[in-house]
């Protein structure tokens, strides 16, 4: 008769079960979806009673836990592990490091790690082929107590895996105080539809990950667009029944036959000089530089053409004008701001700063939309650096500065320097254009080059007299003439002036533009030497 068995039952035939082999080891394969390649196995401890049949784990683990069981239970699955390590080596089948659960009540067992390591070398297990899980709610019991045991499994070689990460308990304080080998991501936390929420949040795990450089492995993946979708942002490491539930001994190792095996890659080689686990420290020094004394700044990854960012601080969201938080901006894709053109410009300065490993500058012009201030271009000077790559992926420093302003300055001027300049090369004709409501006067190209002109000249005409560039016996005139102009009135058509300190004739002539009301907008100004015309 198939059927749960009850508290009482299982606590009762808990010895025997360990004794007669009802409670066994199965496996289960962590792959390399990109590879086809075996990286690893899980062992998950089974309960198959003779009588009542297969029990739940999800029943008879927590009712061990409760019971003072479990670290029982749990060294014995060690043990099975290892003698099973013990028969691929002796067998000559190739091995995969097998990652065992150690339950947060194996933590708080003093002897706990000690009695593995007793175990492991019984069997003469090389120490690279046995993983330990630790699961985030271990911290719930006391920071100190977990990081004793971790650094206690490392003393040994130990390479520990964060079980369930992103079930919720405070996950990313517990990785930055928690210096785990490898992150296990499951996929069940994180719903169904990997395209809305909970692939936003996926994605923004993995992106975490990478930069505390610890490469992540996403569990429970079941359909291949799950799998895909975490290829796609970066997570190769697969484990879930898409490519096999868990097996019991004899078939993983024909698994194991069959199969191709590669080692887990390090995620990615940042340079030396950089603390990634201080980085994610809001206390820090580095992060408390990060935010307040490097101007606007943030780091992302490119791949394969495609750029994620990873953080950014506060200071490169008040540089955009942005109206979002730091979250809102992670989950951007920047290249929906850039057209083409400066795609194109942004992407040739990161080639350029990988290739020549130094800082290298952009400007580019992007067009940013917020639901608050709509549409808005923007023009961003970066100054771009590569600290990092993993094969072709590369990370990325820049600080950014809003150049939006001086840009549209100087995009004035060499429109109108443009068409003064059009006008000016075809006669001997110096040129300039006279803004009435500011005031301003900006010469063409030859006045800057040939009379020493500013580009612009505010309150004009006053500044040129004092200088001497306008006699001084022809300036009431003058300014008269500029206050009939701006009162509309362009009756005095043109004049000859001696200009420059040589004071050599000129014709100065003046024709006006107004606006949709008839009020003068502008004039503008040339003159043209007298004896070249006579000359004609
Ligand atoms: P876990 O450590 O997160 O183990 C992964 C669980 O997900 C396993 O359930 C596995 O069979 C299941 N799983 C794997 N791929 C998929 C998938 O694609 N879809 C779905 N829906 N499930 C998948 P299992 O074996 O029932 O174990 C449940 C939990 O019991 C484990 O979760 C672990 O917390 C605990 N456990 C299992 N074995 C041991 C052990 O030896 N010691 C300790 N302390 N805990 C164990
Ligand atoms: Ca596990
Ligand atoms: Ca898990």
């Known amino acids: 008769m198939e059927r749960r068995m009850s508290e009482q039952e299982l606590l009762g035939s808990f010895e025997n079960a360990l004794k007669f082999g009802h409670i066994y080891v199965c496996y289960q394969p962590k792959m390399n979806h990109a590879t086809g390649r075996m990286i690893g196995a899980e062992a998950l401890m089974r309960w198959h009673d003779p009588v009542y049949g297969m029990q739940y784990p999800s029943d008879f683990i927590p009712l061990l836990e409760r019971n003072d069981l479990i670290c029982q239970a749990d060294l014995f699955v060690f043990e099975t592990v290892c003698k099973f390590q013990r028969k691929c080596l002796d067998i000559g089948v190739s091995a995969v490091p097998v990652s065992i659960n150690m339950s947060r009540y194996d933590i708080y067992q003093k002897n706990y790690v000690d009695e593995i390591e007793h175990i492991r070398q019984k069997y003469d297990v090389p120490v690279k082929l046995l993983h330990v899980e630790i699961t985030e709610s271990s911290a719930i019991g006391g920071m100190e107590l977990v990081s004793g045991v971790l650094s206690k499994l490392h003393d040994f070689g130990y390479v520990v895996e964060m079980d369930d990460f992103g079930s919720g308990y405070s996950s990313l304080n517990v990785l930055k105080d928690l210096q785990v080998d490898v992150i296990k991501l499951d996929m069940r936390f994180l719903s169904g539809n990997v395209g809305g929420r909970g692939g936003t949040i996926i994605s923004a795990i993995v992106q975490m990950t990478k930069w505390l450089n610890t490469p992540v492995v996403a569990e429970g993946v079941e359909t291949i667009e799950q799998a895909d979708y975490m290829k796609s942002i970066g997570c190769n490491y697969i484990q879930g029944y898409l490519y096999s539930k868990p097996v ?61 960012i990873l953080r950014v601080n506060k200071k490169f969201i008040k540089e955009t004008g942005m109206n979002m938080t730091e979250k809102e901006v992670l989950t951007l894709d920047p290249w929906d701001c850039f057209d083409e053109k400066n795609r194109k410009i942004y992407e040739e300065a990161l080639l350029h700063a990988i290739e020549t490993n130094d800082e290298v500058s952009c400007e580019t012009c992007r067009t940013l939309c917020s639901k608050i201030c709509g549409e808005e271009e923007l023009w961003m000077r970066s100054d771009i650096r590569m600290i990092g790559k993993a094969g072709d992926q590369y990370i990325f420093y820049s600080m950014v500065h809003n150049i939006t302003n001086e840009k549209k300055r100087f995009e004035e001027v060499a429109e109108s320097d443009r068409k003064l300049r059009f006008a000016s090369e075809h006669a001997n004709v110096y040129a300039w254009e ?84 008839g009020k003068p907008l502008k004039a503008y100004g040339s003159a043209t030497l007298v004896i070249e015309n006579n000359d004609k």
């Open 434 to 517: 006279y803004t009435i409501a500011t005031k301003e006067m900006r010469p063409c190209f030859r006045c800057m080059r040939d009379l020493g002109v500013p580009p612009v000249v505010e309150n004009y005409p006053e500044p040129l007299i004092e200088n001497g560039l306008f006699p001084p016996d022809y300036a009431d005139m003058y300014r008269e003439w500029i206050h009939k102009l701006e009162n509309g009135d362009d009756s005095l058509k043109e004049a000859i002036i001696p200009l420059t300190v040589g004071r050599i004739p000129f014709y100065v002539r003046y024709s006006l533009e107004y606006d949709e009301n």
């Open 248 to 308: 019991n001994e004899d078939e993983f190792i024909e698994k194991l036959k069959k199969t191709d095996h590669e080692p887990v890659a390090q995620a990615i080689d940042l340079i030396s000089t950089m603390d990634a686990g201080k980085f994610w420290n809001p206390q820090s020094l580095e992060t408390l530089i990060f935010n307040n004394y490097v101007g606007g700044a943030s780091i992302f990854t490119y791949q394969k053409g495609k750029i994620e």
